[in-house]
């Protein structure tokens, strides 16, 4: 009988190919967590309740104040995204209370599932998950409700299923010309410290984050930043919440302390991903995600595949969503790029799912990583089969090779799009 733990010999009609080196992440978060932060992060816990706690919990609010560009509170959870999405509903809307969202993808319809779960009725604008949310549509809805019965305008800044984004200056403005109270809410999971975003200055009431992308942190903190609005509003709803009161945060972050225990080596590796973003600089963080998303659209256009985002003032710095063509199945693709070249790529979500492969280009990404996670890509599109046109690392290249224009501006148009 044959020893079950015996090797099982190759397939003899492939090549086997060792995973060495470094594995390449290249889902659009969890992201790679710099060396940087795992060694700030690499310390004995200490005290929550002692002075050098507080001068660590002072520090990791104010920085955070300065990556939401807020100078109001941001309140920071022992939880993932999700758990800022239920702290953002239960401390400003109440059992009955409409809300309007859009179905910009896989995300939007989840934060809609979750309102609905503590009795939000949500007017939910269908969309076809290729393009962010529509200000017109958004102005044309709040403009219609006379009574002004809706709470609030939940968006999803950067949608990770589908790689577009929404526009929410544009937002902003939009629910102004209305002169209409709704609160507007973003989710900036995906986001935040990767794609330029301005919570006081767009108006934002609640930004939602957490720490595994932009911040290059390992899951595990949630993020709140609070206008004065809906604070107010925190302190006359009516949803009973307990864990995720920000009030109950507030009175202890005011001297950098925490009512509960916090993830205190996780706060140890913020505060090093706070100063590493700011010694780069936000507008060059935000300008260097453009270039490398730039890059990336010009390799699949290049390779003769389809970018699923429509809306070229909408393409993600974040992440590229490319459609697979028709016989052809991402997962398997991407198995196949897991397999040989032992790197990951995102998967296509719900309604999605087996039809896209997704490319993350955010964090601690540079023009050498994207080159080294382009050229996985375009090598399993030849084992897999897939037609396309070779030379679209080639064409990211030479986008990559001309030189930065300093600290030019995010909103410029980039090369590729």
Not at 74 to 95: D, H, K, M, R
Not at 132 to 150: N, Q, S
Not at 156 to 178: C, F, L, P, W, Y
Not at 365 to 389: F, I
Request: aromatic share 6%; net charge neutral; charged share 20%.
């Amino acid at each position: 009988m044959q020893n079950s733990r015996q090797r099982r010999p190759e397939r003899a009609d492939r090549e086997v190919f060792m995973h060495q080196g470094r594995h390449f992440l290249q889902i659009p978060g969890p992201s790679p967590v710099p060396d940087r932060v795992l060694r700030a992060m690499d310390m004995p816990v200490i005290d929550h309740r002692s002075a050098e706690f507080g001068e660590l919990g002072r520090t990791v609010l104010e920085g955070s104040q300065k990556i939401f560009q807020t100078a109001g509170p941001v309140v920071i959870f022992p939880s993932s995204g999700t758990g800022a999405w239920e702290a953002a509903i239960v401390n400003t809307l109440s059992p009955g209370d409409r809300v309007l969202m859009v179905e910009t993808g896989h995300f939007a319809t989840l934060w809609r599932q979750m309102a609905g779960r503590f009795g939000i009725e949500v007017d939910f604008v269908p969309g076809d998950w290729r393009r962010g949310a529509d200000p017109t549509v958004i102005e044309a809805k709040l403009a219609e409700d006379k009574a002004r019965a809706i709470k609030a305008v939940m968006v999803v800044h950067n949608e990770t299923s589908t790689g577009a984004t929404s526009r929410i200056a544009d937002i902003r403005a939009a629910i102004d010309r209305t002169s209409h109270p709704a609160l507007l809410m973003v989710d900036t999971i995906s986001s935040l410290g990767s794609v330029d975003y301005r919570h006081d200055e767009w108006k934002v009431d609640v930004s939602v984050s957490c720490s595994q992308k932009g911040f290059m942190l390992p899951p595990g903190l949630g993020f709140n930043a609070i206008s004065q609005k809906a604070r107010a509003a925190s302190k006359t709803n009516k949803m009973p919440r307990s864990y995720f009161d920000w009030e109950e945060m507030l009175k202890p972050n005011a001297k950098g302390f925490f009512p509960y225990t916090p993830a205190t080596n996780l706060l140890y590796g913020l505060r090093e991903a706070i100063a590493m973003l700011l010694e780069e600089g936000l507008d060059n963080v935000f300008a260097r995600h453009q270039r490398l998303a730039a890059a990336t659209r010009a390799a699949v256009n290049h390779w003769g595949l389809e970018v699923l985002c429509q809306e070229p003032a909408e393409f993600s710095p974040v992440l590229t969503a490319v459609l697979m063509p028709p016989g052809h199945d991402a997962d398997q693709f991407r198995q196949i790029v897991l397999e040989n070249y032992n790197m990951s790529l995102g998967s296509g979500l719900s309604k999605v799912a087996g039809k896209v492969f997704r490319i993350g280009h955010l964090g601690e990404c540079n023009a050498l990583t994207l080159l080294g996670a382009l050229t996985g890509v375009e090598m399993g599109l030849s084992v897999a089969g897939v037609p396309h046109r070779s030379g679209g690392v080639d064409v990211a290249m030479k986008l990559l090779e001309q030189r930065p224009q300093g600290n030019a501006s995010p909103h410029l148009k980039m090369v590729g799009t």
